[in-house]
């Protein structure tokens, strides 16, 4: 690609909602304010108070490509986001301890999981975490076929696609609405700084001060 930005102009990718809010205050530690809401603004190229640094608005899953291809130099990811892209061409020094969850198997109230597993049952699983859930189930030996969603799969057991579902969990309050219940725990979640490679290096003066400030502020708010 072609290198169209000069090595003291930074960009940052973030997602809308918890992402965004949550890295808000280490921007802040950074020095670092965005000068636009995301919520508000239609811009995906937000400005912030430095004018080296600007914060683009992205999927959240797509927040790792962007970084990979150093159309961002650098981003904040989720553990799951991540473990589905597969980290190549990204570089994750630091575990923000934001955006905490996790991934977990869940089931309807009254749906037996433990004997069907026992039992050798082929499982239909429905998942947005296609790559997590294969790993998971393989691991275990667990015979499954997984659905691939996008959203939503609470939904999924209630309408008999699927007998089970691989989502994040926090609250456990979206479960509990629907009549599911956690049968397993696969793992803990939180968001990462990911930084491109090769940003890493060119841009290391500029890159290095921010992760500094990131590092500590995440230490302080655990
Ligand atoms: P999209 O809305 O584009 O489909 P998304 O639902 O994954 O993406 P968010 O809900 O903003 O986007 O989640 C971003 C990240 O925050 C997830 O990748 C996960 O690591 C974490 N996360 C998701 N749900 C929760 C939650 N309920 N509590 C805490 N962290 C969460
Ligand atoms: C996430 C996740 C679960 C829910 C779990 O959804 O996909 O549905 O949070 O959190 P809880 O255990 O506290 O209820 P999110 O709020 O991101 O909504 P989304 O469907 O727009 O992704
Ligand atoms: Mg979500």
Do not use: W
Request: aromatic share 6%; charged share 20%.
């Amino acid at each position: 690609m072609m290198d169209t930005q000069s090595n003291s102009q930074l960009i940052l990718a973030l997602s809308k909602g918890r992402i965004f809010d949550e890295t808000l205050p280490l921007l802040e530690a950074a020095g670092i304010t965005v000068t636009e809401n995301p919520e508000t603004s239609r811009k995906l190229i937000l400005p912030t108070n430095d004018p080296n640094v600007r914060v683009i608005i992205v999927r959240a899953s797509d927040v790792p490509t962007y970084v990979q291809y150093g159309a961002a130099d650098f981003g904040v990811a989720g553990k799951d986001v991540l473990q589905e892209h597969g980290g190549e061409g990204l570089y994750q020094p630091i575990d923000l301890e934001i955006a905490k969850c996790r991934m977990s198997v869940a089931v309807q109230a009254g749906f037996d999981y433990a004997s069907a597993v026992r039992q050798g049952a082929r499982l239909r699983v429905a998942t947005k975490y296609f790559q997590i859930a294969r790993e998971h189930f393989a691991a275990k030996g667990v015979h499954v076929d997984l659905i691939k969603l996008y959203g939503s799969m609470e939904l999924a057991p209630l309408v008999g696609l699927a007998d089970a579902i691989v989502d994040l969990v926090s609250t456990g309050n979206t479960l509990r609405a629907n009549n599911l219940v956690e049968c397993e725990h696969i793992m803990d979640i939180s968001s990462r700084l990911v930084v491109n490679q090769a940003a890493l290096k060119l841009k290391r003066e500029r890159l290095q001060p921010i992760l500094e400030a990131f590092e500590n502020a995440s230490k302080g708010t655990q």
